[in-house]
Nanobody, 119 residues
Framework: QLQLVESGGGLVQAGDSLRLSCGFS????????MGWYRQAPGKQREMVAT???????NYADSVKGRFTISTNSAKNTLLLEMNSLKPEDTAVYYC?????????????WGQGTQVTVTS
């Protein structure tokens, strides 16, 4: 069973930067992809950024050019570098890991971390 522990959320002002981290523990059979998602109050959860095991990345249009997703060399930590933060970035951010064992695919989620950006 894979456990994800997030950190780095907080209260910042518009234009500031923030780094979110998500550490993994437990057995990973075959890492497929990882990602960051966010959900603002009263809105649906949306994809922010994803990264594959081959380090191919994808970003939501709203964060493209401002956010950077990455992993450490050991592939046991997922990072999200957020720059030029805007009030509309305010949301609970969740990290996700997709693990695959042959034909069995499992999704793991972190507990979520609050990011609040003031004007």
């Amino acid at each position: 069973q894979l456990q994800l522990v997030e950190s780095g959320g907080g209260l910042v002002q518009a234009g500031d930067s923030l780094r979110l981290s998500c550490g993994f523990s437990g057995r990973i059979f075959s890492l497929d992809r990882m990602g960051w998602y966010r959900q603002a109050p009263g809105k649906q959860r949306e994809m922010v950024a994803t990264i594959t095991s081959g380090d191919s990345t994808n970003y939501a249009d709203s964060v493209k050019g401002r956010f950077t997703i990455s992993t450490n060399s050991a592939k046991n930590t997922l990072l999200l570098e957020m720059n030029s933060l805007k009030p509309e970035d305010t949301a609970v951010y969740y990290c996700q890991v997709v693990d695959r064992n042959f034909l069995l695919t499992k999704e793991y989620w972190g507990q979520g971390t609050q990011v609040t950006v003031t004007s």
